[in-house]
């Protein structure tokens, strides 16, 4: 398994007097790394020996707060076998580069951290540090590292395994990839190195009672070193100011953090019997305790002195040179202000007393007698509360019990409620220092004290409003400090927490004084992530929902900032939360206005009902509407369309006979002129042969031909004449264009819908029509033909939606009287069937028709004879959908 891997610096291009490059070689929050020299030349390079022959798997690079290079590239060094391991026989390979950030954005107190996974064999690593970032702190263009670190595995020669150190407990519980944080070089910086020791042999134990399934042992141990790595990262703060104490020559100041330290670091040892968990045993189940051997050697120290100087004697921290350690982590307080872990707190004569009913099991037993007493922190935090209600009132506030927490409240309630006007507090102060309690009310995990930080909230924000006429912006801010409280608990695993909370919430909305700040709507509709808790995510779609049907759209909460959090409900990953806001959705489409509501989803399309979610949703939408749903709706259309390649087929076939006979009628003249002269006058026996064209002497073929012609429809008679099919091919009706198995229903249904240039599918309807006709079918035919208006100047089919703005901007090319319009191009071209097959079907034709192409490869021998008339009167060959 990967580890952390012991490294020296061998080589380094130049250093500065203070920051010499061998601080890389070991890792505290003291450490104070490698500075290069002053105005030196870049690249600057820097190589790390390991003690043997590795494979790295990561490094990592901590940075400099100001002194930052802007890119080093890393490179792996190699000795072959039988070459002694220097520098100079070395061979090197390059991994790659990474880029630091200039800093700025964090006013270069940050350090960055980078890590970077490779997969290298070497006994040396190079690092090419390239020119540094220009800023006001960097005064002689130099750059600095804090720290290298490198994990991987040792490679061991055959004869050396039997040596190799015991790793198996982490390969078994992780695997061999694993790489522990404890390894981290985060760990390291912010550890004190005594408790990091600790921790590792800790950590080990911890496996080694996982493998043997002693469980309570390992959960034990996995506690400490939790508790041990805050410890850890508190004295190392604390060695932090001893040493900066020490450059600054503060001498007393150093010997007081090094008393805390050594007392705290007992403290710890003893509370947590650090010596009985590294044997192997629980807590406290030995007799006398022992402890680690240097806490040992310091236990014969002194006394230390109180360790909380008076206040007015306290110095103040000096500024930190530049070599002093800055984490990254922000503490709110100097620890040398905070008092020693009490010691495991001991009965005397104390009774318990049973949770409340109302407690769901969180929180301390309501234990009587006196609370703690405050520490320094919570002093400075609640002065302004301690003002206004006491310091007694406060220290049961902070209280780790919660009946103490609840009288708290109880107290501050009835102190608010009995304030006069002759009272000599300030009205807004104690409105401030109530909105502070009520603060950390809302957030405890006990009910009953919770319900208690309500009732004074409420008393706050209406009665006491009222009485001492607290203006708005105070108001705003207490609801800044409470409600995100409140929205929180909507999510908590306490039923009675969540409801109770989503009751409250809607209730706030309603009171006088909060409903001209629209607060509570504001705050309720803002959308949450969609990684965030199911239960919170319910629940906040559940007061969304209720606010809506307690104002409707009035007090803040309008359409669109509800159609707004829904919608990023939507995207939740679980499915309540989806659902929730999908019913939410649905009301506000059956009461509000649909378009808008519409107007937040995405188009309605095939494409969008793939989605399961929106399928659903536009399948409710349907409902509403009183519409069919869509599966029902691509039913009736298949069957639709089915029915008109029925009768494209039946007026095909007729056509296809009426052509026969009409090239029957027209050879049938040719045979007779072509007969022999007996045959074509017939000479009557004893008299003259009568003249060939006296209507008597007329063939009987050709006298019943003329009334057959007479019945041809008139639409007919203007049609081009389809060739007869050869073989397997057959003419389109249409295009006149031969079709490969066209004989055959399948082929020439085929070719109706994917190939013919003269046809198009429409796209609201999804039937076949000529494309000459597309508009009128969109205005007249198709059933959408509501949601279409017809342009006075293009002729065209314009969507209702767009429409107005179509015609007022008249920017559309004018239909011209005679010719055809093409409702794809919208170009004018020569009017009549000849026109229209030449522009959908021709090499210089409509660059819009996606079949012209397929149409120019297959084109027919002969184009037919032509038709008169203009387009737009043009009459159909497709037949008309029935009423």
């Known amino acids: 398994m990967p580890s952390k891997l012991p490294i020296r610096v061998v080589h380094v291009s130049g250093q500065d007097e203070g920051y010499p490059a061998i601080e890389l070689n070991r890792h505290s929050p003291t450490t104070r790394g490698w500075v290069s020299s002053r105005f030196c030349l870049y690249p600057q390079d820097l190589v790390v020996y390991l003690e043997q022959r590795s494979r790295i798997r990561k490094v990592q690079i901590l940075s400099h707060q100001y002194l930052i290079a802007s890119k080093i590239e890393f490179f792996v060094g190699d000795v072959p076998d039988g070459v002694s391991h220097n520098l100079q026989n070395a061979r090197y390979s390059r991994l790659g580069y990474v880029a630091l950030s200039d800093n700025e954005k964090t006013g270069f107190r940050a350090r960055e951290l980078k890590s970077v996974h490779v997969d290298a064999v070497g006994v040396y690593l190079k690092l090419v540090i390239h020119k540094n970032y220009v800023n006001k702190h960097n005064l002689y263009n130099q750059v600095g590292l804090v720290a290298v670190n490198l994990i991987g595995d040792p490679l061991y020669s055959p004869m050396d395994i039997v040596s190799r150190p015991d790793k198996a407990p982490d390969d078994r519980v992780f695997g061999p990839d694993y790489i522990s944080p404890l390894d981290d070089l985060a760990f390291d910086m912010y550890q004190d190195r005594e408790i990091a020791d600790v921790i590792r042999k800790l950590e080990a134990r911890k496996h080694d009672a996982v493998l043997s399934e002693q469980f309570e042992l390992a959960k034990r141990l996995r506690d400490a070193v939790l508790q041990l790595q805050r ?33 705290y670091r007992l403290q710890i040892y003893r509370e947590l019997d650090v010596a009985g968990l590294l044997a192997g045993r629980a807590p406290f189940d030995s007799a006398p305790l022992s402890m680690p051997p240097a806490a040992a050697a310091r236990r014969s120290s002194p006394p230390p002195p109180p360790l909380l100087e008076p206040i007015g004697a306290r110095r103040s921290p000096s500024p930190p040179p530049q070599s002093s350690y800055r984490p990254a982590v922000a503490y ?4 040398d202000d905070r008092p020693l872990p009490a010691l495991k707190h001991q009965q005397t004569g104390g009774s318990h007393t049973p949770l409340p009913e109302d407690d769901d099991g969180a929180g301390g037993a309501g234990i009587t007698g006196e609370p703690e007493n405050l520490t320094e922190k919570d002093m400075r935090e609640a002065s302004a509360v301690i003002d206004m209600f006491g310091l007694p009132l406060v220290t049961k506030a902070f209280s780790k019990t919660w009946s103490h927490r609840e009288d708290a409240l109880l107290d501050a309630y009835k102190q608010v409620n009995e304030m006069s006007a002759q009272d000599e507090r300030d009205p807004r102060q104690v409105f401030r220092a109530g909105v502070y309690l009520c603060q950390r009310g809302v957030q405890d995990k006990v009910f009953s004290v919770f319900r208690a930080a309500l009732s004074l909230n409420k008393l706050l924000l209406t009665d006491f409003t009222q009485r001492h006429s607290i203006q708005r ?20 695993t306490a039923p009675r927490m969540r409801d109770t909370s989503k009751q409250y919430l809607v209730e706030m909305s309603q009171w006088a004084h909060l409903r001209p700040l629209q607060a509570v709507p504001h705050e309720c509709l803002k959308p949450f992530k969609p990684s965030a808790h199911e239960r919170l995510g319910v629940g906040r779609v559940d007061v969304a929902a209720a606010l809506y049907r307690q104002h409707g759209l009035s007090d803040g909460v309008t359409l669109d900032g509800l159609m707004t959090f829904a919608v990023k409900a939507l995207d939740h990953r679980h499915g309540d939360v989806r659902e929730s806001a999908e019913s939410l959705i649905v009301e506000l489409y059956k009461q509000q206005d649909k378009a808008v509501v519409r107007s937040h989803l995405p188009p309605d399309d095939e494409r969008t009902r793939r989605n399961t979610l929106y399928r659903k949703l536009f399948e409710a939408f349907d409902r509403v509407d009183g519409k069919q749903p869509r599966a029902a709706q691509q039913q009736q259309q298949e069957e639709a369309q089915q029915r008109q390649i029925e009768e494209l087929k039946r007026q095909q076939k007729e056509l296809r006979e009426l052509a026969a006979q009409q090239q029957q009628a027209k050879e049938k003249p040719k045979q007779d002129s072509a007969a022999p002269p007996s045959s074509r006058k017939a000479k009557p026996a004893g008299g003259k042969a009568k003249p060939a064209n006296a209507s008597e002497q007329q063939p009987p073929q050709e006298q019943q031909e003329q009334p057959q012609q007479q019945e041809t429809p008139r639409n007919i008679e203007d049609e081009p004449v389809p060739k007869l099919a050869v073989d397997d091919d057959e003419a389109c009706i249409f295009c006149d264009e031969k079709v490969q198995g066209g004989s055959t229903e399948q082929g ?8 013919c240039p003269m046809l198009k599918r429409c796209t609201s309807c999804r039937q076949v029509v000529e494309i000459a006709m597309l508009s009128e079918h969109l205005l007249n035919e198709c059933e959408h033909s509501a949601e279409f208006r017809k342009c006075p100047y293009c002729t065209e089919a314009i969507p209702v939606a767009e429409h107005e703005q179509h015609v007022r901007d008249n920017l559309c090319n004018h239909a011209v009287e005679g010719q055809s319009h093409c409702p794809l191009c919208h170009e004018n071209f020569p009017t009549g069937d000849d026109g229209w097959k030449e522009h959908l079907t021709g090499s210089d034709g409509c660059k819009q028709n996606p079949r012209r192409l397929i149409a120019l490869n297959r084109k027919a021998e ?22």
């Open 332 to 335: 709110s307080t100097d620890y």
């Open 473 to 492: 912006h105070e108001i705003q801010y207490a609801c800044d400090r409470v409600l995100p409280g409140l929205l929180q608990k909507t999510g908590d």
């Open 862 to 883: 002969d184009a037919g004879g032509g038709g008169g008339g203009n387009g737009q009167s043009r009459k159909s060959k497709l037949p008309q959908p029935r009423k």
């Open 231 to 263: 410890v850890g990262e508190k004295l190392g703060k604390l060695e932090v100011e001893k040493r900066q104490a020490v450059e600054n020559e503060d001498y007393e100041r150093a010997n007081l953090k090094k008393i805390q330290m050594d007392e």
């Open 748 to 755: 020439m249904e085929v070719h109706f819908w994917k190939s």
